[in-house]
Every structure is written in C-alpha cells, then in structure tokens.
C-alpha cells in the first residue's frame, strides 16, 4: 500500500505541473502576439530610418571631394570593443539565452586571439548572473529593461555607450541578441552599431527624392540621424529578443507539459499494475487461509 500512495502522490504531483506548464504556455503565447505585433510596427520604422540615414549619407559621400569622412563610418582596427548582449531576465524558455551567451563567448574569444580587449555591456538578468558567476566584469549591467523594453531607458543605454565610443574609449560596439524568426524558430543576431555598418548601405547609390541639404547642416543632420538610428537599434533589437523570448518559452512549456502527459501515463501504468498485484496478493492470501481451515 506503501508503494501505491507513493504512486499515487506522484501523479497527484506531476498533474500539477502539467497544469502550470499548460498555463505558461498560454500566458507566453497571448503575450507572443502582442510583442510580434509591436515588432512587424517597429521593423517598418527601422526600416525606413535606414532607408533615410543611407540616402543622407550617400548625398553627402558624392558631395564631398575626400567621401564620407564621419567618426561615425570611420573603420580602424579596433584595439578596444564593446560587445553589447541582450538575454531574458526570466528562465524556463529553453536554450534562448544559452544560444546568446555561447556566441558572446566565441565572439570574445575570437578577439582575444587578435589581442583585442573586450569589454561586456549586458542586457537580461540571466547573462549577468553567468558572467557574474564566471567571475567576468561586467562593464554595464541593466536588470528589467528586456522584460519591459521602453524607448527612453534604451536610448539612455545606447547613449553611454555611443559617448564612450565618440571619447575613443572603444573602437567598435558590436550587439548580439536572440532574435525572431516566427513561432517555433530564434536565430542569433550580430550586428556591428559603431562604426555604422556600411555593408548594410548603399553609398554608391545616391536617391533621387526631394531632400535637399545645405552643406553646413549636413554633419548635423547626419549626427542626429545616426543618433536616432542607434537608439531605434537598440529598442528595435530588446523588442525582437522578446518576442523570441516568449516564442522559445512557448515552446519549452509546450514540451514540458508533453512530458508531464507523457510520465503520468507511465504513472498510471505502474500505478494500475501496482494495485493489480495488490489485490491479486490479498486474493491468494484469503484463498489460502480458506484452505487452510478445510
């Protein structure tokens, strides 16, 4: 009887969880659709401010008998780099910021081969506690702008770090986040924030829209776009890596309340032979005591 209760505690228990993982699912997949609605929003405005900040800056490169000369475009071999990572404040979402912290890794380790120094700006409790764990110092560290990502603290972030790049105390700032693809899908995401990633432009194309600059305004104005340009980077990206956030966790409660199905069958199983041999003990027993007395 012993054997059954314990059988029988263990489904009660494992029920439960089914429980809670099935409703962790649904809260992730309600919120899902919230943040991959702000996200398609979002990608139209970033992708416009591209568009934008690549017309302006091509103008400027043919206008100009030495190019586009900005601190902001300038590549050099960088000595000094910040790399710029975002995770979740939050587990149970599978390998989501596994995958993140194993690319930062590599992408630190690649740049110590080349005898540059690396300095770590993270984003999401989780990545902290590793490299806090890990004994890494931690350059910058913000805890809850990745659950709740806001225009204003994310602009505030990439302005320390777009100053300490414009001071020379870094020479490139690279961002790493876990991005989304669709429901069932994240893939990690690197992009190179300062110098501005010109790969991504077309200078050599120079748009024939109505704008029209006055020469001594251009460096302002493309100052004020590049600076807009990161601070939409870097919303755009905490909101991406939400998004993916809530599919992977999704996906994790998904296969634990599978599991959980799964192992209360096996349960039942063993619990139904369990009792099944129970009774089949107290039936010989009462056979045999009635023999006995024959």
Same mark, same amino acid.
């Given at each position: 009887?012993?054997?059954?209760?314990?059988?029988? #505690?263990?489904?009660?228990?494992?029920?439960?969880?089914?429980?809670?993982?099935?409703? *962790?699912?649904?809260?992730?997949?309600?919120?899902?659709?919230?943040?991959?609605?702000?996200?398609?929003?979002?990608?139209?405005?970033? &992708?416009?401010?591209?568009?934008?900040?690549?017309?302006?800056?091509?103008?400027?490169?043919?206008?100009?008998?030495? +190019?586009? %000369?900005?601190?902001?475009?300038?590549?050099?071999?960088?000595?000094?780099?910040?790399?710029?990572?975002?995770?979740?404040? @939050?587990?149970?979402?599978?390998?989501?910021?596994?995958?993140?912290?194993?690319?930062?890794?590599?992408?630190?380790?690649?740049?110590?081969?080349?005898?540059? @120094?690396?300095?770590?700006?993270?984003? +999401? #409790?989780?990545?902290?506690?590793?490299?806090?764990?890990? +004994?890494?110092?931690?350059?910058?560290?913000?805890?809850?702008?990745?659950?709740?990502?806001?225009?204003? !603290?994310?602009?505030?972030?990439?302005?320390?770090?777009?100053?300490?790049?414009?001071?020379?105390? &870094?020479?490139?700032?690279?961002?790493?986040?876990? +991005?989304?693809?669709?429901?069932?899908?994240?893939? $990690?995401?690197?992009?190179?924030?300062?110098?501005?990633?010109?790969?991504?432009?077309?200078?050599?194309?120079?748009?024939?829209?109505?704008?029209? *600059?006055?020469?001594? %305004?251009? %460096?302002?104005?493309?100052?004020?776009?590049?600076? #807009?340009?990161?601070?939409? &980077?870097?919303?755009?990206?905490?909101? %991406?890596?939400?998004?993916?956030?809530?599919?992977?966790? *999704?996906?994790?409660?998904?296969?634990?309340?599978?599991?959980?199905?799964?192992?209360? =069958?096996?349960?039942?199983? =063993?619990?139904?032979?369990?009792?099944?041999?129970?009774?089949?003990?107290?039936? $010989? !027993?009462?056979?045999?005591? *009635?023999?006995?007395? @024959?």
């Amino acid at each position: 009887m012993a054997n059954l209760k314990e059988l029988k #505690r263990k489904i009660g228990s494992v029920k439960n969880t089914q429980k809670t993982t099935k409703a *962790m699912k649904l809260v992730s997949s309600a919120k899902l659709r919230r943040t991959e609605e702000l996200a398609k929003r979002s990608r139209v405005y970033a &992708s416009k401010l591209t568009q934008l900040l690549n017309e302006i800056a091509a103008k400027m490169k043919h206008m100009r008998a030495e +190019g586009l %000369d900005n601190v902001y475009f300038r590549e050099t071999e960088p000595k000094q780099v910040d790399i710029v990572f975002i995770t979740a404040d @939050k587990g149970l979402c599978g390998g989501f910021n596994a995958q993140t912290i194993k690319r930062v890794n590599a992408l630190i380790e690649s740049y110590r081969k080349q005898d540059v @120094k690396v300095r770590l700006r993270a984003i +999401g #409790r989780k990545g902290i506690d590793y490299y806090r764990f890990n +004994g890494m110092e931690l350059s910058d560290e913000i805890v809850g702008l990745s659950s709740a990502p806001t225009y204003q !603290e994310a602009a505030e972030f990439i302005a320390e770090v777009t100053d300490a790049y414009l001071k020379g105390h &870094s020479d490139r700032v690279i961002m790493v986040h876990n +991005g989304y693809v669709n429901m069932i899908t994240q893939e $990690i995401r690197e992009d190179q924030l300062l110098p501005v990633d010109t790969s991504k432009l077309d200078l050599d194309q120079v748009s024939l829209s109505d704008l029209e *600059m006055e020469p001594e %305004d251009d %460096d302002t104005l493309l100052e004020a776009l590049v600076k #807009r340009y990161l601070e939409y &980077s870097i919303y755009y990206a905490l909101i %991406d890596s939400l998004a993916a956030e809530h599919s992977a966790r *999704m996906q994790a409660m998904d296969a634990a309340t599978n599991n959980a199905k799964e192992m209360v =069958k096996n349960l039942t199983i =063993k619990y139904n032979k369990a009792r099944q041999e129970a009774i089949t003990t107290e039936l $010989i !027993e009462i056979i045999s005591g *009635m023999e006995a007395l @024959k």
